[in-house]
């Protein structure tokens, strides 16, 4: 399904209820299958989480993750740790392009039972769950930090806990952060002291609820909206906390340059208002730990006609397409110059007097965020969004509220 989206009048004063992080909710998740004394509310509706819930209910002997990468590497390790249960972890046909050899072969340090079924260091995988050992071991930390914190969820139901050396620069380091601060949330005790984790066993946990906050991500496409809007325009977004554990919350930073200002209010909500016009003729930003929002970061750029010089983007190579290559390729479909490197992007200022080419076809590569970032531009012209149901792998209400923000 493609959607057609052109410019219109955007209303101010709207309220927005996101619902929880992904990031969260499927670390949560798995936390309680581990400790099924957890509850947790405000979870996230999106396919990666209902993916990741449904398959640790154990329905079948293959578990087919499709897109959802972070349920593929957390799975992994999960049922590597359930003794005598025997699956084939599996996923879409890019999944199966994603590499995975670094969490396996750190779970088999452990003595964990993997085997590849098709591609050597790809899924799909054949996992015969064992009880595994408690050592040290070391990870490279510069490929994804989805391995760091999958090992680590399974940690404490590991007869020592787990010392973990990790090897590199620590890439998305917030979200492995975020691990150990859940982690902590149930009692767990962990230590993060240089480039050394451990965490310490825990077989049992008290009863608790745990309220997910919502996601940051899925709001940094209304910074940009409000970014691209006039002077006084505001939305009021609910559930978000100043001190967040998400690594995306860098968007309140980053978007006063784009001229949007937030306001932190009570109940967890915030207000994103656009204040100023005064904007820089170019910016460099270092995404490293938080590369999920390199897109919104860049279509906002092009937007406003600001030059770009965005590194620490190494991951996006190996996310749900090669995101550095669908961003030069469709935002160029604009006029755009830009050029990539294996983890930078670098976009020259456009000329505000030239107008955006109407009616463009954005491809989105099976990637949610390329949907998601580029429709903003609908405010300045016409385009159609391919395959736009590809939002629903994290967001799926985003078109319904987008177009609740228009007249």
Not at 26 to 42: D, H
Not at 310 to 323: P, Q, S
Request: proline share 4%.
């Amino acid at each position: 399904m493609n959607i057609r989206l052109h410019p219109d009048l955007f209303k101010t004063n709207e309220t927005i209820v996101l619902s929880g992080s992904k990031s969260e909710t499927n670390r949560m998740f798995l936390l309680q299958a581990l400790f099924p004394e957890i509850k947790i509310e405000n979870i996230s509706n999106s396919d990666d989480s209902l993916a990741m819930e449904k398959a640790l209910k154990f329905p079948s002997e293959i578990v087919d993750v499709h897109h959802a990468g972070t349920a593929m590497r957390f799975l992994t390790a999960f049922f590597a740790t359930q003794e005598n249960h025997e699956v084939v972890l599996t996923g879409s046909s890019r999944m199966q392009e994603r590499p995975i050899h670094i969490l396996v072969e750190a779970l088999k340090t452990l003595g964990a039972d993997i085997q590849y079924k098709n591609k050597e260091g790809f899924p799909p995988l054949k996992i015969i769950g064992k009880k595994l050992q408690s050592k040290k071991i070391a990870i490279p930390a510069d490929i994804s930090s989805q391995y760091i914190s999958a090992l680590l969820l399974i940690a404490p139901k590991l007869e020592n806990g787990l010392w973990l050396e990790l090897i590199g620069e620590q890439t998305s380091l917030p979200y492995i952060k975020m691990t150990l601060a859940l982690l902590n949330e149930l009692g767990v005790e962990t230590t993060f002291v240089g480039n050394q984790i451990r965490v310490f066993p825990k077989q049992k946990v008290e009863s608790k609820v745990i309220t997910v906050e919502s996601d940051w991500s899925s709001a940094s496409y209304f910074f940009e909206l409000i970014a691209f809007s006039k002077i006084g325009t505001s939305l009021k977004i609910q559930k978000l906390k100043s001190k967040s554990l998400q690594a995306d919350r860098a968007v309140v930073e980053i978007f006063e340059q784009f001229g949007v200002q937030t306001q932190f209010l009570p109940n967890n909500e915030i207000q994103i208002t656009k204040v100023s016009n005064q904007l820089p003729s170019e910016i460099t930003l270092n995404l490293i730990e938080c590369p999920d929002i390199a897109q919104t970061i860049a279509v906002t750029c092009f937007g406003l006609g600001i030059q770009a010089n965005l590194t620490g983007l190494h991951t996006l190579k190996i996310k749900e397409t090669d995101r550095l290559v669908a961003l030069k390729n469709e935002l160029e479909k604009f006029g755009a110059e830009v050029e990539i490197t294996i983890d930078s992007l670098f976009l020259r200022k456009r000329n505000l007097q030239n107008k955006l080419p109407e009616n463009v076809l954005v491809k989105t590569y099976q990637d949610h965020r390329m949907a998601m970032a580029f429709a903003p531009l609908a405010l300045f012209t016409a385009i159609e969004i391919e395959d736009a149901e590809v939002v629903s792998k994290s967001y799926p209400k985003y078109w319904d509220d987008v177009f609740s923000l228009f007249i």
